[in-house]
């Protein structure tokens, strides 16, 4: 039995705000709340800070900012922010249906400042039976949350992610969700639609998955009726952040650099760098050991999967990883501009500003090494 009337531990802005904070004041905003004291409240107090306007800090952070001092962390947030206008607009009422459906109901919920009748933003708040001190599971969980949402701003998933209070009520459930109700809930995400069985289909159906999982990835980390997550993950290399889905025999990455999800076939893509079409011909002759026959070069064409536009706009990309957020992400940047604009300077400000983990331009940084190499090349 889950104790609801348990305190979180959360870190709270001193100030409160009537309206929506704007630019500088964000940042100060932040700074003050993560460095606070964190402190146990019950899901009703935290509730009264938000309604007073205050900003509070769902991760703990520890000895500085930024997400690599994350500690730990109970409650989860998504804000519906009804910003993609090729879906629907999602209410807080259908909003509190898909949390029904799917067996996971929030602590509690708010109407945003910047709600409007027409475009309605709230956030709703999860709170888990217990802290989560692993960041690889607080991505997980943060994700799947997410994913549940089509109207969800999706990345609102970083560790170090602060939420502002609110002008408006806050709905209080006072529910608690496990972890492992959580990863279920990614079971689902994973399976696609339902269509007639294809001879593929009806391969991977009989395909022993887990013993391929199990050779390759070796220690088990956790093990129930569900899923199955492996202590070293065989696509981004990072520790317990595979899962494995056992009904629907698909797999997740939740690493943020990995991020891929599927069937066999797409496991086979990305641990063998394949494309789809040598994965399933990979998959049926040398796993499944099947006759090749004289005009399987014609099948396979025929065989191909396909994917809807509708199925790709829905997938759950790995969030973004930033070096500078909303600014540098993680990945080759090219800056280019004529002789003397200050494209060196630029380089050197921003590289001092990561390597301190200080804002650069106003934006703020995730602390990291850096190295500046100023090779000038003569071109003749
Ligand atoms: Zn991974």
Redesign the pocket.
Known sequence: MTNTNSKILVQVDSKAYAQKPEGKEIGGIKSRTQKSEAKYLTIYELATEIEQGKSFSPGILESGLGASNWKEQQIFGVDIDNNDETLPILTPKEAMKICKDNGVLPALCYKTFSNTADKPKFRIMFKLNEPIKHDNRRLLIASTLVALFPQADKSCVNADRIFFGTNKKVKTLNKTVSFDKILELGSKQVTSEKHELTELDKLKANFDFESLLNEACGEITRRTKTYIMYKY?P????HD??IYYIKSKTFK???AH?GAGGSIIDYLMATRNLSQMQAIDYFKYELCRLPRGKNDNTKEISQLELISAKQLIKQNLAPINWCIEDFLPQGLALIVAQPKAGKSWLTLTICLSASMGKDFLGYHTNKGETLYLALEAVID
Do not use: Q, S, V
């Not at 696509?235 to 990072?238: A, D, N, V």
């Open positions: 993950c696509i981004c290399g990072h952040d595979f990455c939740f690493g990995g």
